[in-house]
């Protein structure tokens, strides 16, 4: 009987054994499901990453060519400040340049009156006088023709005042 009751509880390890792997197989056979259920659900989101990676590649790439447009034009305009700005700095210095002569021809002008003036006795270099020499030196230095008299420019009125003046010295 010994046999007989050791026969009897292997079967009993056996079958609780048994019973053990049933149960694990109904869980993983759950779990199994559960994955195929979350499979199709996994599939739907990988297709729709790789539709919107798809669309993030497009984009990608026209926003590369409205990149190299924009480089283009922006270098075109670039350019065209480059050269503006050069001619700009140009057109500075020969400003300067010229204001530069201004100022010594008007110094030279000016120099040149204080000491007509001084010569001549102050009563005989009138006001009007020193005014036409004024627009005089203004001509010469192209601000203007200004007209003393509608039909004469400067020049012409100096002229006529020079006449004027030497024949009331030569009648004087």
Do not use: W
Not at 29 to 38: E, F, H, M, S, Y
Not at 56 to 71: G, P, S, V
Not at 109 to 119: P, Y
Not at 139 to 163: C, I, M, Y
């Amino acid at each position: 009987m010994v046999g007989s009751g050791l026969s009897i509880l292997i079967e009993l390890i056996v079958s609780l054994l048994l019973v053990v792997t049933i149960s694990y197989c109904f869980i993983v056979n759950r779990k199994l499901t559960a994955i195929r259920a979350d499979q199709s659900g996994l599939r739907q989101v990988i297709g729709e990453l790789n539709r919107s990676s798809e669309r993030a590649e497009l984009a990608i790439a026209e926003m590369r060519r409205a990149a190299q447009n924009i480089d283009q034009e922006m270098s075109g305009h670039v350019t065209a400040a480059h050269m503006a700005r050069d001619e700009l700095i140009e057109l500075v210095e020969r400003t300067k340049g010229v204001q530069m002569q201004i100022e010594k021809l008007t110094d030279v002008d000016l120099k040149a009156l204080q000491l007509v003036s001084k010569a001549a006795n102050a009563s005989s270099v009138s006001n009007e006088q020193l005014q036409l020499a004024k627009q005089l030196k203004r001509q010469r230095l192209g601000f203007g023709r200004e007209r003393v008299f509608p039909s004469q420019t400067v020049e012409n009125q100096a002229l006529t005042d020079d006449k004027q003046k030497r024949v009331a010295k030569g009648s004087g």
